[in-house]
């Protein structure tokens, strides 16, 4: 079906994304362009109007997309009626040659995005599924969009995209009021407002496809590949492939200027879009783990625009880095000592930074009791009938790994396997004028697998009160040990980080327990308490972790004293927001604990209630190392 | 859109420890295969991929799914056993060739199945083989290793550990050898590898993206050159290729002359006790690379250089490691040792 869509040109604004896009279009070997930014900031029509720049074939990708579709299947017609195995090219194998968009990027399961990713990269892949044997040869531009506050990609994932952008939401009242009367001039009449805009779209198409044919002369000296190289460097970035890009990005810009070489400003505009999601803070010089660092996140440079355009002569200050803490200033002094020692780790500000965040190190001598496990019988009953078993059922998602016959009726049918066990017979059987005769008991149906276990999802208090006295270690110890069984489970781990004003997803979902705990090593503690925040923003990743596959299992860990202390609107009391968060919670039904990391004389048990309204178990985090069982549950109703 | 020719091995600049542990793979196919880690974007893939243009021939029992070696009766196929304990088998030289698992593979084409048209065609139950068929006596490459599925993991694992592919479904019984060098690539980042598999592998390297300015520019330029025309590139780097293909061959021939003393063995056994590496396995990787090494240096009797170099290619990922712990090989004990 081919849309009728808002025309390309008549998007107000977003200058950038639409120069991000030209560049995308003019030379695929950019790698792609990701979008990120609000909802209803236009940039979807944006993407979606990019397809009348183009004469190539446009794909999009649902975030609802099988594997079989994705990578195509077995052609069930041609199997049925000429008997032979023939190939139903997938969405990857369509997109050859053209443009594969992806409007919700992280909503889409992981191993699917990073599957469309990599096979760009490597032009082709091996398709080895469904007694289909096959190299296919295919080459896209990925065009992708993203809004942030329903979670992150994956770093891995990030910067496979050769280009980033990010918008931000027009605040201007006269560009608002433009827009606003072009879109119901749409709304009313789209075959006409298209019509008015025709001749600018036309001209843009234009000067993409005089790029496109110029490209392949455009050339880049040593000097700019040195040049580009001085960039990477600058921003240390992972691998080389963002040279590549950053030159090829390059290599458009000439091209639309009608150049045929680059020159150092065509570097420097392309830096804007190509190292700002993959900057990565410089490890200590001795150390050449390049783990311990991370690229931002697409959120982070969403508050922090991207470093404007280098002015050639100092360019030495372009990557200068955010003022994140830096590894060596974290504190690995073993706790143990006379208590002296703690009071100054209490009174002793970060000198690297402004705002006297600090950050503690692990406390490895937590002890904790190896077993976990046991789920209460009445949490067991109540998630009995909720949400969770009801969707299980007959859920297609995960990848197919083999067949079996079928236990009740299935839609799900691995048609190979069904094929295949009907093959036998077929000498023998009446066919009705089809090349095979299937009957029901050669269906087979799909056993999918999931990918890993549990989810565990912790929510962590990080503002200043925690990082009095002792507790941020201990908490970070507790998260260890629970880390530690994950990794030893397979399980996946995410964290979120509120304090100060805000609540950031300081990890996305991950299966690198190892990344995990690094990430939790740096961790900066600090400012105020917004815990309804911290609270809504796990909503959000529940959310996305619902919707990306709505059988799985997270485990929620709130480690918290419950004292909120920043309200979600000014004036709003903090404490009680937080509790109705907390029972937005509970209304999930899902397996969740609170660490309250409370101490000292003076008690106030919010923590406590907090737990209460969430419907989550609650311990208190110095008795957990004498605590004979912690209870999480895991599996809940396997 | 046609794919271009491979990235030429020989072409790729640095990462010296990843070339030296892949080639070290093809001189020694019993070696027991090499995990590279690192970052994206670092010619991982390219690499293994690239080393397909170098893989020597070897002599295979012709018309043979498996390839068997007419010289090794012990791996034959029941086919082969069938046909030719009897007779001499015909030969043909093949090359050796690198097999690529997708990490989106299913179970039926990994391990072979139902061949569908016989069955239709003849109503005959015969078994069509898999990518485990296809990698006997090659390479397997996975790449993305860390994120395959565990169930096709298990598979490998079987296979890798038995040499055999034992298939067990549809209506069909059957086995078949399945002796290959495993070769995964992984970037750590984006979750962990299976202790068990990691187990699997002789070697382990680590590679990263190129710091040094000048070295670096011409990893691009190289790079771009190649994109912008790949067969001008590729005959560029023929004399080189051809060198190095000539280097494997003579190693090859080189190293069953190869021999260890008693005291490179016992060298190698401290080394292990020394580092509280789990097994035997070290021991004898240790001295199985170590003798590879002396082949590809052009010497019959393993030196303690080569001790010491296989100790960093073959120990790293053996290392008993506690989870976040970093794995750090106290490389004081190892030249100690070595050099006591």
Redesign the interface.
Same mark, same amino acid.
């Given at each position: 079906m081919k849309r009728q869509g808002f025309p390309f040109a008549a998007v107000l604004g977003m200058e950038k994304a639409k120069e991000a896009m030209t560049l995308a279009l003019v030379n695929p070997?950019a790698g792609g362009l990701l979008i990120s930014g609000a909802k209803g900031t236009g940039k979807s029509t944006l993407a979606r109007g990019a397809r009348e720049l183009t004469e190539a074939p446009w794909t999009e990708v649902p975030v609802s997309v099988t594997?079989d579709r994705l990578?195509g299947s077995i052609d069930a017609e041609a199997a049925v009626t000429l008997?032979k195995?023939k190939l139903q090219p997938g969405l990857i194998d369509e997109a050859?040659?053209g443009v594969l968009y992806v409007d919700d990027a992280n909503l889409l399961r992981d191993?699917i995005l990073?599957?469309i990713l990599?096979i760009r990269e490597?032009?082709?892949?091996?398709?080895?599924?469904?007694? &289909?044997?096959d190299?296919r040869?295919?080459?896209y531009t990925v065009l992708a969009v993203m809004t942030p506050e329903s979670g992150t990609l994956?770093?891995?994932a990030l910067?496979?995209f050769g280009l980033f952008v990010s918008v931000d939401e027009e605040t201007d009242e006269a560009a608002l009021a433009e827009i606003v009367s072009r879109t119901l001039e749409f709304e009313k009449d789209g075959a006409a407002f298209r019509e008015t805009w025709t001749k600018e779209t036309g001209g843009l198409a234009k000067r993409i496809a005089e790029a496109r044919a110029i490209l392949p002369e455009v050339e880049?000296s040593?000097a700019m590949?040195?040049l580009?190289?001085?960039y990477? &460097?600058k921003a240390n970035?992972?691998?080389?492939?963002?040279?590549?890009y950053l030159?090829e990005a390059a290599r458009a810009e000439a091209a639309l200027a009608g150049r045929r070489y680059v020159l150092p400003k065509d570097l420097e505009r392309a830096a804007e879009f190509v190292l700002p999601h993959r900057m990565r803070e410089l490890p200590p010089a001795e150390q050449?783990?390049?783990?311990q660092s991370?690229p931002q996140q697409p959120q982070d440079s969403r508050q922090q625009p991207p470093p404007p355009p280098p002015e050639p002569e100092n360019r030495d200050e372009l990557f200068s880095q955010p003022d994140a803490p830096k590894p060596e200033e974290t504190d690995t002094e073993a706790h143990e000592g006379n208590p002296e020692d703690h009071r100054d780790d209490e009174t002793m500000a970060n000198p690297n930074t402004q705002s006297g965040d600090r950050i503690d190190a692990a406390d490895m001598h937590v002890k904790l009791p190896p077993v976990w496990i046991e789920p209460t019988k009445g949490r067991q009953k109540k998630s009995g009938s909720g949400k969770r078993s009801a969707t299980r059922t007959d859920e297609r998602q995960g990848?197919?790994?083999?067949?079996e016959l079928p236990r009740t009726k299935t839609a799900d049918i691995a048609f190979?396997?069904t094929?295949?066990?009907a093959?036998?017979?077929?000498?023998?059987r009446e066919k009705n004028g089809l090349? &095979?005769a299937i009957r029901s008991e050669d269906i087979r149906s799909k056993v999918r697998?999931k990918?890993t276990g549990n989810i565990f999802l912790f929510a962590v208090d990080a503002s200043g009160s925690m990082g009095a006295r002792e507790r941020m270690k201990t908490v970070k110890g507790v998260i260890?040990k629970i880390?530690?069984e994950a990794?030893?489970k397979?399980d996946r781990v995410g964290m979120i980080a509120f304090r100060k004003n805000q609540a950031e997803v300081l990890l996305p979902v991950?299966?690198?327990?190892?990344?995990a705990?690094k990430k939790l090593a740096t961790m900066p503690t600090g400012g105020k308490t917004p815990l309804a925040k911290g609270l809504e923003k796990t909503e959000d990743v529940l959310d996305m972790i619902y919707r990306q596959d709505p059988t799985q299992d997270p485990v929620l860990i709130v480690i918290t004293d419950g004292r909120a202390t920043t309200p979600l609107v000014p004036g709003g009391d903090a404490t009680v927001e937080a509790m109705n968060e907390a029972e937005r919670i509970a209304k999930r039904k899902l397996p969740a604990a609170v660490i309250d990391t409370e101490t000292g004389f003076v008690k106030l048990g919010l923590a406590k209630k907090l737990a209460q309204k969430m419907d989550a178990s609650y311990f208190r985090v110095d008795k957990l190392s004498e605590d004979s069982l912690l209870r999480v549950w895991r599996k809940m109703s396997r | 859109m046609k794919r271009q020719g491979t990235f030429p091995f020989t072409a790729i600049i640095g990462q010296e420890d990843m070339k030296k542990a892949l080639v070290l793979n093809v001189v020694n196919p019993r070696l027991g295969g090499v995990l590279i880690q690192g970052e994206k974007g670092t010619a991982k893939s390219t690499a293994v991929r690239a080393l397909a243009d170098l893989l020597p021939p070897r002599q295979c029992i012709a018309g043979c799914r498996f390839h068997d070696d007419p010289a090794d009766k012990s791996s034959w196929c029941d086919e082969c056993h069938e046909k030719y304990d009897n007779a001499e088998p015909p030969v043909e030289e093949l090359p050796m060739k690198v097999v690529e698992l997708p990490v989106s593979a299913t179970e039926d084409r990994v391990v072979g199945t139902l061949d569908i048209e016989a069955a239709i065609k003849e109503g005959k139950r015969s078994f069509e083989t898999g990518i485990l068929a296809d990698a006997n006596r090659n390479i397997l490459y996975v790449d993305e290793i860390n994120l395959l599925d565990d169930h096709v993991v298990d598979v490998l694992l079987d296979s890798a550990a038995m040499g055999i592919n034992t298939v067990e479904r549809e209506g069909i019984s059957y086995s078949h050898p399945a002796r290959f060098s495993l070769v995964g690539t992984m970037n750590p980042e984006e979750g962990d590898i299976r202790p068990q598999l990691l187990d699997r592998f002789a070697l382990s390297v680590y590679v990263a993206g190129e710091k040094d300015l000048d070295r670096r520019a011409e990893v691009i330029k190289r790079r771009l050159a190649y994109e912008d025309d790949a067969e001008a590139f590729i005959a560029q780097w023929q004399e080189e290729q051809k060198n190095e293909v000539h280097r494997i061959q003579r190693a090859m021939k080189l190293l069953p002359q190869v021999t260890a003393s008693n005291e490179i063995l016992r060298t190698a056994a401290q080394i292990s006790i020394a580092l509280e590496v789990d097994g035997h396995r070290a021991d004898i990787t240790l001295i199985k690379t170590a003798e590879t090494l002396a082949a590809v240096d052009g010497h019959t009797e393993v030196t303690k250089d080569d001790l010491k170099t296989a100790a960093k290619l073959a120990l790293p990922h053996r290392m008993r490691r506690r989870p976040f712990e970093e794995q750090k090989l106290d490389w004081e004990t190892v030249d100690k040792v070595i050099d006591a």
């Open positions: 070997r594997e990578y008997g195995r050859d040659g191993d990073a599957a990599t490597a032009g082709g892949y091996r398709l080895e599924r469904d007694g &289909l044997s190299w040869d295919t080459a994956p770093a891995s910067d496979r880049v040593d590949i040195r580009s190289s001085v990477t &460097l970035t992972a691998g080389h492939r963002a040279d590549i030159i050449p783990e390049p783990t991370e990848r197919y790994v083999r067949a190979d396997a094929l295949r066990a093959a036998p017979y077929q000498k023998w090349a &095979l697998e990918r260890l880390l530690l990794y030893q397979r991950t299966k690198s327990v190892d990344f705990q | -």
